[in-house]
């Protein structure tokens, strides 16, 4: 073809070669083969079965008794779950909370007031407080007391005493059913 003739081309027709085309494919496949062979390593990035497993923690509330305190683990930390009895509900409900370093009432804390579900872990440095098992010691306020530095939480599991600068952590949770509970 001439240059006059190439030039003619009609609007809308495209002259391409066969060189073109084999770009074209060649890019195509070249994009396809690295898609391919990085693919491995993005699906390497997601968290494996086994911490998947571990994200969710289904817990039986049916055998606690009121007044009774349970520790299960949730992501290798203990979570204190207490069935508070109604004086305990009372007692913290009641507290002023101006007057509390880390300020947040007891209903902002728990799902169902008989309920108390929290990180066992204190945030001071990050010692497991006392108080879950029968006799241990629980502070003056009778929630959880921390014998390292003397960290002492109410029945909220709020900050009453010591150098831990805030309440102890309340996970994501919610309730399945009337006695049971999925922390994570």
Excluded at 81 to 100: C, F, G, N, W, Y
């Amino acid at each position: 073809m001439t240059d006059l003739a190439q030039s003619q081309v009609p609007p809308g027709h495209y002259g391409g070669t066969r060189r073109d085309f084999l770009i074209l494919t060649a890019g195509a496949m070249a994009g396809i083969g690295a898609a391919v062979a990085i693919w491995p390593f993005i699906d390497s990035l997601n968290p494996a079965r086994d911490t998947l497993a571990l994200s969710t923690t289904e817990v039986d509330l049916s055998p606690v008794q009121v007044g009774q305190r349970l520790t299960v683990a949730w992501r290798g930390k203990p979570i204190f779950i207490d069935h508070r009895p109604p004086e305990e509900i009372k007692a913290a409900q009641e507290v002023d909370v101006s007057s509390l370093r880390d300020p947040q009432p007891d209903s902002a804390r728990v799902k169902k007031p008989e309920w108390l579900v929290m990180i066992g872990v204190c945030t001071h440095l990050g010692c497991i407080p006392l108080g879950n098992k029968l006799g241990d010691d629980r502070g003056p306020y009778g929630g959880w007391f921390c014998p390292c530095h003397g960290s002492i939480y109410d029945t909220s599991g709020r900050i009453r005493q010591g150098p831990a600068p805030l309440n102890l952590v309340v996970p994501p949770y919610e309730f399945t059913s009337d006695t049971a509970i999925k922390i994570g």
